[in-house]
């Protein structure tokens, strides 16, 4: 059974930082890219990054580009999104998801709460 | 980046009833765009990739069509567990792009 257990979310202040996590369990994790889906509070969907399945490939919705950074250990099956220049915008559920080029986002983690507020 | 319109935003609807959502995008996207269920407080669902085709375990009732850069949803017949908000995605070029969601209440 495919499992994404997301943690790492939390009350950050403007301007600070945090980092996400994602463990992944029940599939070949490095066979497959990854990607972070968040969703403001009473919002819709925005989709945020992606990470190709060996890292060497990433890409960035325009609003984070320069200040989120996805990456991943492939020896520890964990997505990670770490998170600088947080604005109050950026406060969001955000989902782990899996990635299937032609298929796109299968499996969805539970989400993970973070709020940028003073 | 590359704009998805969906229609209507919200809906009311009734148990039996056929629901259609569309999905038009800013340009054309060949048959890349999935659709996705949620419901409250849960994440996504993937229901529908490539347009038209049924993710495993979904309902028969759940069905799209479409290419280029219009697209549907289309419910059969609703039931209870589908009162829920829906989204497509385009997975044709990066940065991906959803709607902005169709919420299906109940009338």
């Known amino acids: 059974e495919v499992q994404l257990l997301v943690s790492g979310g939390d009350l950050v202040q403007p301007g600070g930082s945090l980092r996400l996590s994602c463990a992944a369990s029940g599939f070949t994790f490095s066979s497959y890219a990854m990607s972070w889906v968040r969703q403001a509070p009473g919002k819709g969907l925005e989709w945020v990054s992606v990470?190709?399945?060996?890292?060497?490939?990433?890409s960035y919705t325009d609003s984070v580009k320069g200040r989120f950074t996805i990456s991943r250990d492939n020896s520890k099956n964990t997505l990670f999104l770490q998170m600088n220049s947080l604005r109050a915008d950026d406060t969001a559920v955000y989902y782990c998801?899996?990635?299937?080029?032609?298929?796109?986002?299968?499996?969805w983690g539970q989400g993970t709460l973070v709020t940028v507020s003073s | 980046a590359i704009q998805m319109t969906q229609s209507p935003s919200s809906l009311s609807a009734s148990v039996g009833d056929r629901v259609t959502i569309t999905c038009r995008a800013s340009?054309?996207?060949?048959?890349?765009l999935g659709w996705y269920q949620q419901k409250p407080g849960k994440a996504p669902k993937l229901l529908i990739y490539?347009?038209?085709s049924l993710q495993s375990g979904v309902p028969s009732r759940f069905s799209g069509s479409g290419s280029g850069a219009d697209f549907t949803l289309t419910i059969s017949s609703l039931q209870p567990e589908d009162f829920a908000t829906y989204y497509c995605l385009q997975d044709y070029n990066y940065p991906r792009t959803f709607g902005q969601g169709t919420k299906v209440e109940i009338k």
């Open positions: 998801v899996r990635y299937v080029g032609g298929k796109g986002l299968d499996y």
């Open positions: 990470i190709t399945g060996a890292g060497g490939s990433t």
């Open positions: 490539a347009a038209s």
């Open positions: 340009q054309g996207i060949r048959n890349d």
